[in-house]
T-cell receptor, first 113, second 111 residues
Framework: KAGVTQTPRYLIKTRGQQVTLSCSPI?????VSWYQQTPGQGLQFLFE???????NKGNFPGRFSGRQFSNSRSEMNVSTLELGDSALYLC????????????FGDGTRLSIL | GEDVEQSLFLSVREGDSSVINCTYT??????LYWYKQEPGAGLQLLTY?????DMKQDQRLTVLLNKKDKHLSLRIADTQTGDSAIYFC???????????FGQGTELSVKP
């Protein structure tokens, strides 16, 4: 069974640009959660999607958005990039997002110049 | 509140046992998790424990849960150099798809 796949693995952007990251969950998993990992703030929850609906949201500005497609694949978008958005963005999937464990991808490393 | 605390560093000798500690604040947490992160990689699920359990053993890993003190620990028996990594504990927030993570404990295993 394939794991969680995130693309691209690495991305370099400049301030003011926007970026879209993609996540394909484990087959059969319907919940996808996104996290931002930085040395200063650690792992912080961005949002969770289940059945194409945002079900939970973290404390991030509106520049961070996401969506989920009918095949459970998810994308997150960051607009008007800032230097502080440089981070490892991790996607995790689980069957229904309730109590079963989340399985993580290897992340997308985003660098803002 | 949402807060998970871990010590930042642990150094052990190869063959010794490692114990990584974690405290959490949400008493309604039903599941608690341990993840491992190696350089350049995502998070690998190691093990998890349901809140009505005190202990769970999985090969070299033993998880102990003291629900009264909100204290969780991960013991790695016969620690190997390949166990060097950052270990995160996490609690599930409000039964949804949000995990609250500790800062991570960097485990260094010396030969």
């Amino acid at each position: 069974k394939a794991g969680v796949t995130q693309t691209p693995r690495y991305l370099i952007k400049t301030r003011g640009q926007q970026v879209t990251l993609s996540c394909s969950p484990i087959s059969g998993h319907r919940s996808v959660s996104w996290y931002q990992q930085t040395p200063g703030q650690g792992l912080q929850f961005l949002f969770e999607y289940f059945s194409e609906t945002q079900r939970n949201k973290g404390n991030f500005p509106g520049r961070f958005s996401g969506r989920q497609f009918s095949n459970s694949r998810s994308e997150m978008n960051v607009s008007t990039l800032e230097l502080g958005d440089s981070a490892l963005y991790l996607c995790a999937s689980s069957f229904q997002g309730n109590e079963e464990p989340q399985h993580f991808g290897d992340g997308t490393r985003l660098s803002i110049l | 509140g949402e807060d998970v605390e871990q010590s930042l560093f642990l150094s052990v000798r190869e063959g010794d046992s490692s114990v990584i500690n974690c405290t959490y604040t949400d008493s309604s947490s039903t599941y608690l998790y341990w993840y491992k992160q190696e350089p350049g990689a995502g998070l690998q699920l190691l093990t998890y424990i349901f809140s009505n359990m005190d202990m769970k053993q999985d090969q070299r890993l033993t998880v102990l849960l003291n629900k009264k003190d909100k204290h969780l620990s991960l013991r790695i028996a016969d620690t190997q150099t390949g166990d060097s990594a950052i270990y995160f504990c996490a609690e599930r927030y409000n039964q949804g798809g949000k995990l609250i993570f500790g800062q991570g404990t960097e485990l260094s295993v010396k030969p």
